[in-house]
């Protein structure tokens, strides 16, 4: 038996080296995504090592000299990016905020790009029912409106971020699914799925392994533009009051910001994670234009 799975294991080996060798051919052949991937790269070098990179405790309250605590100080050398109106340093919660931001919208974006996919895949593949059924699901999931549903199923269910997550990934697979079944309708009617079929291939066999692949650039472009969708759309939960109040987030910083009134007084306290969230964002949509590029060639004449 092991004489068999190990050249199963170097074949999934090679397959994933070379998806993640056209990935970075993809994102290296165009300049915007590049700008987009060194970006996003900071991003996540700022979450892994966020203990490490943030100079204080961000829920510590600080004091001065002359043991006052640091109520609302503007940027200086001791603190960059100033502090609330608590004390506490704002680049320390904005380190750890980033973090979570990163880490809701990459496990948001893989659950939309994951089901959206498999939705597509079974819709146009199999077709007439099926895809008739599954469409019409897409269909009444566009008609719901996104931040009102996920508010009321965090309310039903609670403030958490797997609530957050699973609102957030059970309507916008949606969009992926809709394009992606369009290229699959194309797909299962090219000669090598016919081929497939008169082969006896099951129909598993030939959606995972002769159709699926094809689909690779787009499920990333749409991966990308869900990470973006999720943290734009956990930013604004969180920005509404309704996060995890257990953790740090970009959106909770600007809550409390807001509610302190610190918009008007305080500008760094909302400026920093508003610049974070407004980079991280639009690192994911840079990095999605390279696969854009990829799955409609014509962009590259204009």
């Not at 050249?7 to 993640?20: E, M, N, Q, S």
């Not at 159709?211 to 869900?226: D, E, H, Q």
Request: proline letters at 5%.
């Amino acid at each position: 038996m092991n004489q068999f799975r190990a050249p199963v294991k170097r074949r999934l080996l090679h397959g994933f080296l070379k998806i993640a060798g056209e990935q970075i051919h993809i994102i290296r052949g165009d300049r915007l995504s590049l700008i987009g991937a060194i970006i996003f790269s900071a991003f996540v070098f700022m979450a892994i090592f966020a203990p490490l990179l943030a100079p204080y405790d961000p829920m510590e309250i600080l004091r001065k000299d002359n043991g006052e605590a640091a109520y609302l100080e503007p940027p200086s050398g001791r603190h960059l990016l100033g502090t609330t109106n608590m004390g506490r340093d704002v680049l320390s919660q904005v380190i750890i905020g980033t973090r979570k931001a990163l880490l809701m919208g990459v496990l948001a974006a893989l659950s939309i790009t994951f089901i959206g996919a498999n939705m597509a895949l079974f819709a146009g593949y199999y077709k007439g029912k099926v895809d008739e059924v599954l469409m019409r699901i897409v269909d009444i999931s566009f008609s719901i409106p996104l931040i009102p549903f996920v508010i009321v199923l965090v309310a039903i269910l609670g403030a958490s971020d797997l609530n957050i997550i699973l609102a957030i990934s059970l309507f916008l697979w949606r969009s992926p699914a809709r394009v992606i079944r369009a290229q699959t309708l194309s797909l299962s009617e090219r000669p090598f799925v016919k081929a497939a079929k008169v082969a006896g291939a099951s129909d598993f066999r030939i959606m995972y392994l002769h159709v699926a692949p094809n689909l690779i650039p787009m499920c990333f472009l749409y991966a990308a533009f869900g990470l973006g969708w999720a943290v734009t759309a956990e930013s604004s939960v969180s920005f509404l009051g309704f996060g995890d109040p257990q953790f740090i987030s970009l959106g909770g910083i600007l809550h409390t910001a807001f509610l302190s009134g610190a918009f008007r007084k305080a500008w760094w306290w909302a400026a920093a994670p508003g610049i974070c969230l407004t980079l991280l964002i639009l690192s994911a949509f840079l990095i999605s234009h390279g696969y854009e590029v990829v799955v409609n060639p014509r962009l590259k004449e204009n």
